[in-house]
């Protein structure tokens, strides 16, 4: 049973267009959560994170947007471009330790 | 830059066989992890290691042990390979929160 659910499965978007991937956990004592991305062949990386202090976060075209009392948190891509074209992960861990991970989203670009 | 690396890239092996996967990091960072990655199920904790010889499991440990004899390198051991562990195996190590992967094994076992 996945400690972290992740959605849609799969995503398609336009080039431009706006691309939002949504996350909920139920461990109230995660404290970071985490978004990596991934492309084929590769391990994931980083991509942005936000501890449950604040309520959104953004770098660059990137922003997490958190809401701690629904659980919830997500990801949203403004002005997505084909090079975003890759698989999304969620993630929350505790205590800097073990970190679980949702199931994956994978978002294809359209140019 | 953080480098971790896993031993092999692609590995077959026979049911039965006992299978090694090693990983190394050079960044002297204190936590290290196994997961594996199936289409549908994104990455699944097996185990996690906070320290030399200290180990925890995660989601799915059956089937899997693992040794960290030192700081730089974690090893997940398949005692008797069984088709149904055929997957993606990422390694990955922390410091504080970013964890930093590996280029992943794809392992079949036939």
């Known amino acids: 049973q996945q400690q972290v659910k992740q959605s849609p499965q799969s995503l398609i978007v336009q080039k431009g267009g706006i691309s939002i991937i949504n996350c909920a956990y139920e461990n109230t004592a995660f404290d970071y959560f985490p978004w990596y991305q991934q492309f084929p062949g590769k391990g994931p990386a980083l991509l942005i994170a936000?501890?449950?202090?604040?309520s959104e976060k953004k770098e660059g075209r990137f922003t997490i947007s958190f809401n701690k009392s629904a659980k919830q948190f997500s990801l949203h891509i403004m002005d997505s471009q084909p090079g975003d074209s890759a698989t999304y992960f969620c993630a929350a861990s505790q205590n800097n330790n073990d970190m679980r991970f949702g199931a994956g989203t994978r978002l294809t670009v359209k140019p | 830059d953080v480098k971790v690396t896993q031993s092999s890239r692609y590995l077959v092996k026979r049911t039965g066989e006992k299978v090694f996967l090693e990983c190394v990091q050079d960044?002297?960072?204190?936590?290290m992890f196994w997961y594996r990655q199936d289409p549908g199920l994104g990455l699944r904790l097996i185990y996690f290691s906070y320290d030399v010889k200290m180990k925890e499991k995660g989601d799915i440990p059956e089937g899997y042990s693992v040794s960290r004899e030192k700081k730089e390198r974690f090893s997940l051991i398949l005692e008797s390979a069984s088709t149904n562990q055929t997957s993606m195996y990422l390694c990955?190590?922390?410091?504080?929160?970013?964890?930093?992967f590996g280029q992943g094994t794809r392992l079949t076992v036939v």
């Open positions: 960044m002297d960072h204190e936590n």
């Open positions: 936000i501890r449950p202090d604040v």
């Open positions: 990955a190590s922390s410091l504080y929160s970013e964890a930093f």
